[in-house]
């Protein structure tokens, strides 16, 4: 082997000839030990240091690759010291199992660079995302969905690079996932339904997480928690979780409440047959006061007009639009709009309505009018009632 750090520190082991043979392989592979364990804990320091440094500046991603790289840094200066450790135990013993040391090293490295790139990808989910470290957040939900395709790539793309060295053929390794996709994708088309209609949800965006959504075609309403590749997690209203797989969306119709621009109210209101008169100067003065209301959207369509002759009312449309999406605001403003109109309708003399029925009796028939304890007089009348009519319709 090529002269290297190992190399210099037997060397200058065997240069002292008052240890045995024993005592400088212990001493060689403890020195080489204390050097990494001290090496890293000072570039530990270091890096932390640079970190509160860099806090001060308005570049945000030296923070989040200094934070990504510092513990894979102390990782990686363990991973040197040992392999050179074990060169050192291996110049003396001659073991089998150090003979392993150089792809020990390889894969390590693979793997500390992965761990690496996955640190950054989760720094800059969690930077670009945030409203307190960016002025314009991207969308948490693109956000996730960008990072875990890089997070996809580079675990593959490590895999194939670790079976390269490994002495497997990338090229055989791919022949064999094009034949045996076709296997795999009969076998998986459930789980491969459900991984693209996750794919278009990232892609179409019809939702994110913590919309609230509804489905008029199944029973799904709830909040979005989380849009994975397999499902989305929903929390419905009585705080249950519902798990929807993702290919239920790429066949039913889905609502987004939550994107709405405006709540409506939309009521029928009822006023008596004789407050006829009064019709006119009820629906100027409810117009009149959703047009003034602050939290009524005058923007949007405001309908207040006499709708149609009802069975035992004069019905009125009330069709308008509250500027609040706020589902608890919304039904307040709505409380004061109908507290209002009934003022409005009280003003004018008028009553609201509430049904009722007419009866009309043949000539010559009178009811008596019931006690609610009523005793046998008052059957006896009723009595004689039931029987004139008998008589009258004989």
């Given at each position: 082997m090529?002269?290297?750090?190992?190399g210099m520190l037997i060397g200058t082991l065997d240069s002292i000839k008052l240890l045995p043979e024993s005592w400088r392989v212990i001493l060689a592979v403890f020195a080489m030990v204390m050097v990494t364990a001290v090496v890293a804990y000072i570039?530990?320091?270091?890096?932390?240091?640079?970190?509160?440094?860099?806090?001060?500046?308005?570049?945000?991603?030296?923070d989040a690759?200094?934070?990504?790289?510092?513990k894979p840094m102390v990782a990686f200066i363990w991973l040197l010291g040992v392999y050179w450790a074990a060169e050192a135990a291996y110049r003396y013993s001659k073991a089998e199992i150090f003979t392993a040391n150089d792809s020990m090293l390889r894969l390590g490295f693979i793997w500390l660079l992965v761990w690496t790139l996955l640190g950054v990808i989760k720094q800059g989910e969690v930077m670009l995302s945030s409203p307190g470290k960016v002025k314009r957040p991207m969308d948490y939900t693109t956000v996730t969905a960008i990072s875990k395709?890089?997070?996809?790539?580079?675990?593959?793309?490590?895999?194939?690079?670790?079976m390269q060295?490994?002495?497997?053929?990338?090229?055989?390794?791919?022949?064999?996932?094009?034949?045996?996709?076709?296997?795999?994708?009969?076998?998986?088309k459930d789980l491969l339904a459900n991984f693209f209609g996750g794919f278009i949800i990232q892609l179409d965006r019809p939702f994110k997480v913590g919309d609230w959504i509804r489905s008029p075609d199944r029973d799904i309403e709830g909040t979005v928690e989380k849009i994975g590749w397999r499902l989305t997690t929903i929390r419905t209203f009585d705080q249950r979780p519902l798990y929807v797989p993702n290919a239920a969306f790429t066949t039913i119709a889905?609502?987004?409440?939550?994107?709405?621009?405006?709540?409506?109210?939309?009521?029928?209101?009822?006023?008596?047959?004789v407050d006829v008169k009064q019709m006119v100067p009820i629906v100027a003065d409810i117009r009149a006061m959703l047009e003034s209301h602050?939290?009524?959207?005058?923007?949007?369509?405001?309908i207040v007009n006499f709708l149609t002759f009802n069975a035992s009312s004069l019905d009125i449309m009330i069709y308008t639009f509250t500027k609040t999406t706020e589902w608890v605001k919304y039904?307040?403003?709505?409380?004061?709009?109908?507290?209002k109109i009934s003022d409005i309708v009280e003003a004018h003399g008028a009553e609201i309505a509430f049904p009722t029925r007419t009866l009309h009796l043949p000539d010559g028939i009178e009811l008596s009018s019931c006690t609610s304890g009523g005793g046998e007089g008052d059957n006896e009348a009723v009595a004689a009632v039931s029987s004139q009519s008998a008589r009258g319709e004989a």
């Open positions: 090529e002269e290297d750090v190992p570039a530990s320091k270091v890096i932390l240091f640079m970190e509160r440094r860099v806090q001060e500046s308005r570049n945000l991603w030296d690759f200094l934070h990504a790289v510092r395709l890089m997070r996809a790539v580079i675990i593959i793309t490590a895999v194939l690079i670790v060295s490994l002495g497997y053929s990338i090229s055989g390794v791919l022949a064999f996932g094009g034949v045996g996709g076709i296997a795999i994708g009969f076998a998986a889905v609502e987004n409440p939550s994107r709405m621009l405006n709540r409506r109210i939309s009521e029928t209101l009822g006023i008596r047959y602050d939290e009524i959207d005058d923007n949007r369509t405001l039904h307040q403003v709505k409380q004061d709009v109908l507290l």
